[in-house]
């Protein structure tokens, strides 16, 4: 083969070259005998034993494993402990220490030392025996306690915060105008009916009130405000427009305010709002909030806004009340069959 020829092979494979270089040692292995085979296995094949050694190995990097694994797991348990413990302290240096807290069961309104008046709405509205959310919150708000609870709906929540802020308006200065409780709800739907009942309770009182949501003349309310209601029932937006608009209407001389599911009022964007209306209320009030869930957002409105606050939640298994009546409308009926619940 001439030089020219070697220099062309030099970019690739020359497939019959390396068939001959193969060849030889084809031929070799083909003519050894048995024995030399046998032998070369033997060489090849592990002991039996490197095999348990191998084995014991891999079972001690998998016990290894195991207590590494373990470790882990008791690690992150004693942090959660660590956490609840530390939660659990947090909670104990910020709220009234419960062991202080009387938590009488009231069988009747009647030995609530409640006034007459205020007896005799209740009785009108067919209120008979206190429920357990009225009975633990009405002797403790008219002490003038804040307090923060939850409980279940239709559980009687609105009368628990309404009849003590009724009783102690009762003794309130009349020389002076001025609206001493704010009540503050999610929607105008919830709001009108915490109005509503307020009013009713109140029948043989002279305490005054004002509604302020969307969906009412505006006017209208700036003339009541301008007033002074005794109590203003509102929702974070509508009640902010009347602080920074309605000239004469403010919030200096509030002495109660109530947060009525401020879970939702949160969730509906209402923080600042809040925040503000928090801002503007002295901060000798007294603070009473209920909600049905405690998010970090409502655990840090609770610290906004009150003071050693004592805590009253009953019935917290998420149930409704057993007399609560639920109801739900059909819609597409025809398109019903194949959908599943």
Not at 101 to 109: C, K, L, P, T
Not at 205 to 224: A, N
Not at 244 to 267: K, P, W
Not at 275 to 303: H, W, Y
Request: with cysteine.
């Amino acid at each position: 083969m001439d030089g020219g020829g070697a220099k062309g092979l030099r970019g690739g494979w020359d497939f019959t070259t390396a068939k001959g270089m193969l060849k030889p040692k084809q031929v070799q292995y083909e003519e050894e005998d048995d024995d030399t085979l046998e032998a070369k296995d033997t060489e090849q094949a592990p002991s039996e034993s490197e095999e348990e050694s191998s084995e014991e190995e891999e079972e001690s990097s998998e016990e290894d494993d195991d207590d590494e694994s373990g470790d882990e797991i008791e690690m992150g348990s004693d942090e959660e402990e660590k956490e609840d413990e530390a939660e659990i302290q947090r909670k104990k240096e910020y709220f009234a220490d419960e062991s202080e807290v009387d938590r009488q069961e009231h069988v009747s309104f009647t030995s609530m030392n409640l006034s007459r008046p205020i007896l005799k709405g209740i009785s009108n509205l067919g209120f008979i025996k206190p429920t357990k959310i009225q009975s633990q919150t009405i002797p403790l708000a008219l002490m003038g306690k804040d307090i923060c609870g939850g409980a279940e709906t239709g559980s009687g929540k609105t009368a628990a915060f309404i009849i003590p802020i009724l009783e102690r308006l009762l003794y309130r200065p009349r020389q002076t105008p001025s609206t001493r409780v704010l009540i503050l709800c999610p929607t105008r739907e919830l709001a009108a009916q915490v109005h509503d009942a307020a009013v009713k309770l109140a029948a043989y009182t002279d305490i005054s009130f004002c509604l302020c949501v969307g969906g009412l003349s505006l006017k209208t309310q700036e003339q009541e405000l301008k007033l002074k209601p005794d109590v203003v029932v509102a929702t974070p937006g509508r009640l902010i427009d009347h602080v920074r608009n309605t000239s004469g209407f403010h919030l200096d001389a509030c002495e109660i305010l109530v947060m009525d599911e401020a879970d939702r009022m949160l969730e509906d964007g209402f923080a600042d709002e809040l925040g503000e209306i928090i801002k503007s209320c002295p901060k000798s009030r007294q603070t009473m909030l209920f909600s049905a869930t405690m998010t970090d957002n409502v655990d840090q409105l609770i610290r906004m806004s009150l003071h050693n606050p004592i805590r009253l939640f009953v019935n917290s298994s998420n149930q409704a009340a057993s007399r609560l009546v639920q109801e739900f409308i059909r819609i597409r009926q025809a398109r019903e069959a194949d959908r599943s619940a």
